[in-house]
């Protein structure tokens, strides 16, 4: 999440110094970073509950899921 943020402030960066002119909606800016600081929250809040409950692992609206592996990788399992 964190690198989410920093990459979302380098583009707006990039995005300033290519269009000088052009008008940013402030509004936009801190909404868009306001919904990736809380999300970020919200991750640190579930790894928080995870570590407390002994989770490695958590599928939000199936509490009985498990990953499982597959010749593609980890995935969660099909409903």
Excluded: C
Excluded at 36 to 43: G, I, M, Q, V
Excluded at 59 to 65: F, K, Y
């Amino acid at each position: 999440m964190e690198a989410q943020i920093a990459r979302y402030l380098a583009e707006l960066d990039e995005a300033n110094r290519s269009e000088a002119t052009e008008v940013v909606d402030r509004n936009a800016v801190k909404a868009a970073l306001q919904h990736l600081e809380s999300r970020h929250a919200d991750n640190l809040t579930t790894q928080a509950l995870m570590e407390v409950q002994g989770l490695d692992q958590f599928i939000v609206g199936e509490s009985d899921a498990r990953l499982m592996r597959t010749y593609q990788g980890w995935q969660a399992e099909p409903e």
